[in-house]
């Protein structure tokens, strides 16, 4: 329960340096305060204006004489008496060098801010620079490796293959993300990541946050490789309401289900479809889907079922026939049916219980390094 309005009167009078040490301290880390201290002057501009302001509206209101906003007095015929300058008169003086002062503050902290952009973009560059110069002395070495010293051909205990590894191990580190992608691209393109025969162990090799877009890497060995935060576009594209299709999603959720349940409960997927009206892009999708079922078939995950969602198309509740998820596209008016692509497409891989390269080449040739490297 909190203390009664007099007991805290009573305590700040008992302790009042206290107490203004307190409100003094709160006041400090307020959010309000630490504005204030970052833009004092913009603070203490926009204070005084605010007060002139309100200078202003009550001189008018309550028509103070000093304010000089009432009603005009003009002196008597024959009378020495000189008005004496108002608030008005001094706001009128100072408008113009108050306007000039604002306007230079502004270009000077406008001329800060360019010349603080302009460095940071020099320093960008040079950093740029050097692990673009960095990334050019790596490749010349594993060049010089390969050409001179038969690192393909050379022992699996041999000074050149430990030399390759150390060399990509200390050049990952001070690299970017797209360099990072072209050292991975250069041991693929040079057999040297294969995963019969992997010539430089990567395992432990830092590619975290690396660009690997439209990259393929179909049998490389990539054992304890530290991949976290890649940037992957795997989608083969979106639906018709502009939403990712995202395969690797279906896996991700298979395994996340299987660690919970400990691999004691078999899972069905009851519900896997798209919006797709032209069944453009649902051949696709639904190939790559199916390799991320069979990728965790694979791994021991106890996948029993797949139902594709769905059949025929559907009404939906929040969009009623326009989703266009089935298989069978159907004519809401007349009710007549019309098998799409896709439907043979699945019709043929429940007949073979597979998927096939003669398959994918018939229906999706454009996902076939995709499909076979992950299945």
């Known amino acids: 329960m909190g203390a009664s309005p007099r007991s805290r009167w009573q305590l700040i009078k008992q302790h009042p340096v206290f107490t203004t040490r307190m409100i003094l301290y709160r006041v400090r880390k307020t959010a309000w305060w630490q504005r204030i201290k970052q833009h004092p002057v913009a603070t203490a501009f926009i204070s005084l204006s605010a007060l002139l302001v309100l200078l202003v509206i009550l001189g008018y209101i309550f028509n103070w004489g000093w304010a000089g906003l009432g009603t005009y007095i003009p002196p008597t015929k024959n009378s020495n008496f000189q008005r004496g300058k108002t608030l008005w008169d001094w706001m009128q003086l100072l408008f113009i060098p108050v306007a000039l002062a604002v306007a230079g503050f502004w270009f000077n902290h406008r001329e800060r801010d360019i010349e603080q952009q302009r460095v940071e973009a020099d320093r960008e560059i040079s950093f740029d620079n050097q692990r673009e110069a960095t990334l050019k002395e790596y490749i010349d070495k594993l060049s010089e490796h390969l050409l001179q010293e038969n690192l393909c051909k050379s022992g699996p205990e041999s000074e050149v293959r430990k030399i390759a590894r150390v060399r990509t191990l200390t050049v990952l580190p001070r690299l970017d993300s797209r360099r990072k992608r072209s050292v991975l691209q250069f041991l693929y393109e040079a057999g040297l990541i294969n995963r019969n025969n992997p010539i430089v162990d990567l395992q432990g090799a830092d590619f975290t946050d690396a660009f690997m877009d439209?990259?393929?890497?179909?049998?490389?060995?990539?054992?304890?490789?530290?991949?976290?935060?890649?940037?992957?576009?795997?989608?083969?594209?979106?639906?018709?309401?502009?939403?990712?299709?995202?395969?690797?999603?279906?896996?991700?959720?298979?395994?996340?289900?299987?660690?919970?349940?400990?691999?004691?409960?078999?899972?069905?997927?009851?519900?896997?479809?798209?919006?797709?009206?032209?069944?453009?892009?649902?051949?696709?999708?639904?190939?790559?889907?199916?390799?991320?079922?069979?990728?965790?078939?694979?791994?021991?995950?106890?996948v029993r079922g797949y139902l594709h969602w769905t059949l025929v198309d559907d009404f939906e509740w929040n969009d009623g026939w326009g989703t266009h998820l089935g298989l069978i596209a159907m004519d809401p008016l007349t009710q007549q049916r019309t098998p799409r692509g896709s439907s043979l497409l699945f019709g043929e891989i429940c007949r073979a219980n597979a998927i096939t390269e003669e398959i994918v080449e018939r229906y999706a040739p454009q996902a076939m390094d995709r499909i076979f490297a992950s299945s």
Do not use: C, W
């Open 214 to 302: 439209h990259i393929d890497l179909h049998g490389a060995m990539l054992y304890k490789v530290n991949l976290s935060s890649v940037y992957v576009d795997p989608r083969p594209g979106q639906n018709d309401l502009e939403e990712e299709i995202y395969p690797q999603g279906l896996y991700r959720v298979l395994k996340s289900i299987y660690r919970r349940t400990r691999g004691n409960k078999p899972l069905y997927i009851t519900e896997n479809g798209f919006r797709d009206a032209a069944d453009s892009r649902r051949p696709q999708a639904l190939l790559e889907h199916l390799a991320m079922v069979h990728r965790a078939i694979s791994e021991g995950i106890p």
